[in-house]
């Protein structure tokens, strides 16, 4: 199994919805991503999970809380948001924590109305 | 402040054109300098990771090669199926943070 796969493909939310991204992995991989990106713009990375540990925030809002249950899986939690952060939720992993390559999903399309 | 700066944003080619698609990049100790594919609503597909500069890769119709400044991806003889945007990003030495450049999104007409 060499894929990642993200849950559900499409969202639409409202501002005051709570709801979750889900991503899993059975590739044996160490490292696990959340990117964002926006129409026509590159992936942003949001964070980074190395061996289930947080080891990077790129600064992002609380209104983002990632969890890492366990090694196979990687949660975004939404809340509050605001419709600017409509984008493609994008996740990723990589064997090891050196990002020698990274393996993404086809990404959550997200909507906030 | 490691950058990635991809030309051109976009190039159109009739099937079987080939051509080149430029990445110029700075960045305090290059680790090692990525292509990605990304096909429109999903996600980049991984291509080539080049380390040293005189680096060359090659898979199917793409090359990729690499100097201390830049990386070219040469596609020979495309076809319609290679359209997508083409994703350069560069690794620092001790960062575990790609930075991406803006991407060139290619389409080859037949």
């Known amino acids: 199994d060499t894929e990642v796969t993200q849950t559900p493909k499409h969202l639409v939310m409202g501002m005051t919805n709570k709801k979750s991204l889900k991503c899993e992995q059975h590739?044996?991989?160490?490292?696990m991503y959340w990117y964002k990106q926006k129409a026509k713009k590159p992936p942003e990375l949001m964070f980074v999970?190395?061996?289930?540990?947080?080891?990077i925030n790129e600064s992002v809002p609380s209104r983002f809380s990632p969890e890492c249950p366990n090694s196979s899986l990687l949660n975004l939690h939404l809340h509050a948001l605001q419709p600017e952060d409509s984008a493609l939720y994008l996740c990723?992993?990589?064997?090891?924590?050196?990002?020698?390559?990274?393996?993404f999903g086809s990404g959550t399309q997200l909507s906030v109305l | 402040e490691d950058q990635v700066t991809q030309s051109p944003e976009a190039l159109r080619l009739q099937e079987g054109e080939s051509s080149s698609l430029n990445c110029s990049y700075t960045?305090?100790?290059?680790?090692?300098l990525f292509w990605y594919r990304q096909d429109p609503g999903k996600g980049p597909e991984f291509l080539f990771t080049?380390?040293?500069a005189g680096e060359e890769k090659e898979k199917e119709r793409l090359k990729a090669t690499l100097t201390k400044k830049e990386s070219f991806l040469h596609i020979t003889a495309p076809k319609p199926e290679d359209s997508a945007t083409y994703l350069c990003?560069?690794?620092?030495?001790?960062?575990?943070?790609?930075?991406f450049g803006q991407g060139t999104r290619l389409t080859i007409n037949p």
């Open positions: 990723a992993s990589s064997p090891g924590t050196s990002n020698e390559k990274l393996f």
């Open positions: 590739m044996g991989h160490r490292a």
């Open positions: 999970y190395s061996y289930e540990k947080l080891s």
């Open positions: 960045v305090s100790g290059l680790r090692g």
């Open positions: 080049l380390y040293s």
């Open positions: 990003a560069v690794q620092a030495r001790g960062a575990q943070k790609l930075v």
